[in-house]
């Protein structure tokens, strides 16, 4: 495991970080597929580099103004050095990589992929082009301001031909491994956080019935030792109930935790939290929350009791 740290750790308990400077990479030719929260803060930092940039996306209009956008993957990724691949699951994936007039249509010289899938579901691809995945912690601020963390899977020479457009985007680049690795482990960061979600979501639906203001919970709970930085970003968000713009949207999350438990089966291991956290987030789903940030999973436990046909108390 190779540790390629360039920047200062996260200063705890700061939600938004100052932008580092963009580097130069003017004699690169880059391409972004897909541009939500992550994608587009992605090509909006390359922006700054000076990188020749070409974007796509599925849905026409999302790019900023001023990107040059292709009508096709393929289109975009004719003739870069490096195409970035951000999109919401496996079938986007897919879809955008081999599908007609896709990404692997152009014959690319490489191709990172930050798409959280099964580790499994990029290893499937390998024979398609030069591929690495490279799971991506962050949000839009971090994607914009070259602030996020890269935990790369692939062999060593396609990594390092990555990653002076990784290091422009992010303070952190580990390679953990083999192809695949890097999903594996951002699904485990992906885990952690939903249960941190749970947690969180937990303590306010029982400090609620128990008579307790919900600011009165969060404050305690975020004030102690016992929280991360991201749960208390997050508590502010559970406390206001403001869920709209979402860093991350939780049916994303839902997905995340599904797709952790299925590798931990996969492997013989038993994730009970980790089970429990995605089946609260699927109810959430269910129940309108999908496009709402993942700190709307607290709203199924304030709503009334919790029912035991979706994971809950038995």
Avoid at 179 to 194: A, D, E, F, Q, V
Wanted: charged share 20%; net charge neutral.
């Amino acid at each position: 495991m190779t540790d390629r740290t360039t920047r200062p750790s996260v200063r705890p308990g700061r939600p938004v970080e100052e932008a580092i400077p963009a580097p130069d990479l003017s004699r690169l030719t880059l391409a972004v597929v897909g541009l939500g929260t992550m994608g587009g803060g992605m090509a909006e930092r390359i922006a700054e580099t000076g990188a020749v940039l070409r974007v796509h996306n599925r849905t026409a209009g999302r790019a900023r103004a001023g990107l040059t956008v292709a009508a096709t993957p393929e289109e975009a990724a004719r003739g870069a050095d490096v195409v970035l691949v951000s999109v919401a699951d496996d079938a986007a994936l897919r879809a955008v990589l081999t599908g007609p007039q896709g990404v692997f249509a152009a014959r690319p010289n490489l191709v990172v992929n930050a798409t959280t899938v099964a580790p499994e579901a990029v290893r499937k691809l390998a024979d398609r082009g030069p591929l690495i995945d490279a799971g991506v912690v962050g949000n839009g601020h971090h994607a914009r301001s070259g602030l996020l963390r890269w935990y790369v899977g692939g062999p060593d020479p396609l990594v390092r031909r990555a990653e002076p457009v990784l290091r422009a985007l992010g303070r952190q680049v580990l390679h953990v491994g083999a192809l695949g690795s890097g999903m594996s482990l951002k699904l485990i960061m992906n885990m952690i956080m939903g249960v941190e979600m749970q947690a969180l979501a937990e303590a306010i639906g029982l400090g609620e019935a128990a008579g307790l203001d919900r600011r009165t919970v969060l404050d305690a709970v975020t004030g102690s030792g016992f929280a991360a930085p991201v749960m208390r970003f997050k508590a502010e968000r559970m406390t206001r109930r403001s869920y709209e713009s979402p860093d991350f949207r939780l049916r994303l999350m839902a997905k995340d935790l599904t797709l952790a438990v299925g590798e931990a089966e996969r492997h013989g291991v038993v994730l009970p939290m980790a089970g429990a956290a995605a089946g609260s987030h699927e109810e959430a789903v269910r129940r309108g929350h999908g496009d709402d940030d993942c700190a709307a999973v607290a709203e199924i436990f304030a709503a009334g009791p919790v029912g035991a046909e979706w994971g809950g108390q038995t």
